[in-house]
């Protein structure tokens, strides 16, 4: 809900960081909280890579969350950033929100998420997520087991279902609570302070990772080569405004490139298809897109590449 009229006196705003291991729902509840699609969403693990920064305003505070890449064990030099970034994150919020899954039992990555968690000094608030896939009775032993494995630290825990929004109002209100109080630090109908270029890459890479095998997602990189509003022609009746938008798909193998392809370019007009409906909700308005996929070896392991793509430490 966006605020309208005076800012209140005891308003708060501050910095939420989400924080879990992959595929938790992170990004799917960002999105189910700010009400619009920001973060890309995917059954594979790690579809996270950019810290994105989701903008919640409501009459009484302004959450500014950071969506952050699922912290796992890495294998590779951007691997090792992304967990970095996670991890820096942590100290640089008002507020943390652990994504826990209701349908698991705890496990070694909870385990080490927790110890984490634990040597630091910013609030931390529980999220069971995935609510709606346990039974009743289920979800009650499951809340103790999280409890259990929490112990002394006593985080407040609220079950939750980043899919259907059960639970995220209270949620919302309790992470309100912990922000300090202050004005609003961005206008209300900001939803994300993302530099648009990054956004429109990610729904790229989201068509990727959807229809692809699995071999491809973790070695796939977008970049945006330009991005151009083309005004309409005023002595043509028929023309119309749009989008102009070019970019290129980076794979490390050349059958990954021949996957990505298709035969007859197949996948990669189906790869467009996709991230250009998903691309004209986000603009708002008709979008031509043209893709381009290049070969780069082990571009996961290549510091100069990663800071070309957005993935250099700070």
Not at 65 to 81: F, Q
Not at 101 to 109: F, L, Q, T, V
Not at 203 to 226: F, G, M, N, W
Request: hydrophobic share 40%; charged share 25%.
């Amino acid at each position: 809900m966006l605020t309208s009229g005076p800012i209140p006196k005891d308003h708060r705003s501050g910095f939420v960081a989400l924080i879990g291991r992959p595929n938790v729902g992170k990004s799917t509840l960002v999105n189910q909280l700010v009400g619009k699609k920001l973060a890309i969403t995917s059954p594979v693990a790690q579809t996270t890579r950019n810290r994105l920064r989701a903008i919640l305003t409501t009459p009484s505070a302004q959450l500014v969350m950071v969506d952050t890449p699922g912290i796992h064990k890495p294998h590779h030099l951007l691997g090792e950033r992304l967990v970095h970034t996670a991890r820096k994150t942590i100290c640089e919020v008002d507020v943390v929100l652990l994504l826990l899954e209701a349908c698991c039992s705890p496990g070694r990555g909870d385990q080490f998420i927790l110890k984490l968690l634990s040597q630091q000094k910013t609030p931390v608030l529980v999220a069971l997520n995935k609510a709606d896939l346990v039974e009743k009775t289920d979800l009650l032993d499951r809340e103790a087991e999280y409890r259990d494995l929490f112990g002394e630290l006593g985080w407040p825990l609220y079950c939750c279902s980043a899919l259907n929004g059960k639970g995220c109002n209270d949620l919302t209100v309790a992470l309100a609570a912990h922000l300090p109080l202050g004005p609003q630090l961005y206008p209300s109908h900001m939803k994300s302070d993302q530099p648009e270029q990054i956004l429109l890459a990610e729904l790229i890479r989201e068509q990727v990772l959807l229809k692809t095998r699995e071999e491809i997602p973790h070695s796939v990189a977008v970049k945006i080569d330009r991005l151009e509003e083309i005004t309409p022609d005023k002595k043509s009746k028929n023309s119309k405004g749009y989008t102009a938008i070019l970019a290129t798909i980076f794979v490390e193998r050349k059958s990954q490139k021949g996957i990505l392809i298709g035969k007859g370019g197949s996948m990669l007009k189906a790869i467009g298809k996709g991230a250009r409906l998903q691309m004209q909700i986000l603009i708002d308005g008709p979008v031509y897109l043209e893709l381009f996929v290049k070969v780069v070896s082990d571009w996961r392991c290549k510091p100069a590449r990663l800071a070309e793509l957005g993935y250099e430490v700070n």
